[in-house]
């Protein structure tokens, strides 16, 4: 392999780690039941808060609708995460570095 190819390889491969931890180190938002659940989430997927609105319990009966909202805030937060990782790294995979192979 010729020498310039190696260097552009290992050049991709430090940006490719720089961003990834870029990524791990953002925070992420997701939310449910127009803003009764919100969450916080960092870049791997660790949960670093929820607020759940006053209202959101009137009764015993609102119980099962609030975990059913909890959860949707969660996995719209997950699917955010999701959704920026794949834009981030495609520059990576998705040509990148076009000629390359």
Do not use: H, W
């Amino acid at each position: 392999m010729n020498p310039s190819m190696i260097k552009k390889l290992q050049k991709m491969q430090k940006d490719m780690v720089n961003a990834q931890q870029e990524l791990e180190a953002s925070t992420f938002y997701g939310s449910a039941g127009g803003q009764i659940v919100k969450v916080e989430f960092t870049g791997n997927r660790k949960m670093q808060n929820i607020t759940i609105s006053p209202e959101a319990i009137e009764s015993a009966d609102d119980l099962d609708l609030l975990q059913d909202t909890i959860v949707a805030a969660v996995n719209d937060c997950i699917n955010k995460i999701d959704e920026e990782t794949e834009s981030v790294m495609s520059e990576f995979t998705g040509g990148g570095m076009p000629g390359l192979f």
